[in-house]
């Protein structure tokens, strides 16, 4: 972002190279105040929502940041500051996150690990993506490092919520069995009540016929 404010100071304001210099630190310096400020509400998120719920708010934050950026032409204006600003909320909301979700799923004896592991792939990323948006900002337009990461956050809102979405229907489904099984047992006690009644009778019945044809058989005596 300082690159496009520089360039834009220069090339269309007419500006010196030092105003470009301190106009990009300064819509920086804000950006990075608002993440500064956005940390703790992102931590109280991070431990008060589900995890992916809120990997997935904070990916959305990020990609509102980066996509409304990439539709403006002026990094210098109102939009693009207010846009920056947002930009800096989401990426510590994301980092903040994915260090909790990251911390959560992993197995006790491997938090160190598996945290570590997070840092060094998001590093990674970090080159990756600086390396593949400059060459969008040189080949195709200024704003074409956001589109790429409000791509990235896109894709992480969308598989996220359709992952927390599933999750929270499996745990639905895991509490109704019970209550199934139990319905099952209520339905199969009556049916062998039911059963047990029917062979009653039916005992009866044959006892009674068993009686009949004895008192008839002495009558015959008798005669």
């Not at 909301?93 to 592991?117: K, N």
Request: hydrophobic content about 40%.
């Amino acid at each position: 972002m300082s690159l496009w404010i520089q360039d834009y100071v220069i090339n269309e304001l007419g500006g010196s190279e030092e105003e470009a210099l301190s106009k990009a630190g300064s819509i920086t310096g804000i950006s990075q105040t608002f993440a500064l400020i956005f940390a703790v509400p992102a931590g109280i998120m991070s431990s008060k929502l589900d995890s992916v719920l809120a990997l997935v708010i904070s990916s959305l934050i990020a990609f509102v940041g980066y996509g409304g950026i990439a539709f403006t032409t002026n990094p210098t204006g109102g939009y693009g500051i207010l846009c920056a600003c947002i930009i800096g909320c989401g990426e510590i909301s994301v980092i903040v996150s994915a260090q909790a979700l990251a911390s959560r799923q992993a197995p006790a004896h491997l938090r160190g690990t598996v945290g570590g592991t997070v840092g060094f792939c998001g590093s990674v990323g970090i080159l990756v993506c600086t390396k593949l948006g400059g060459y969008l900002y040189d080949e195709w337009r200024a704003a074409g490092p956001f589109v790429l990461f409000a791509s990235f956050n896109g894709v992480i809102v969308i598989w996220g919520f359709i992952y927390w979405l599933l999750s929270k229907r499996i745990q639905k489904e895991e509490q109704y069995p019970p209550l199934l099984s139990k319905d099952k047992d209520d339905e199969e006690k009556a049916l062998y009540r039911s059963n047990d009644s029917v062979e009653g009778n039916d005992d009866s019945t044959e006892g009674n016929e068993n009686e009949k044809i004895n008192t008839e058989s002495g009558v015959l005596k008798e005669f």
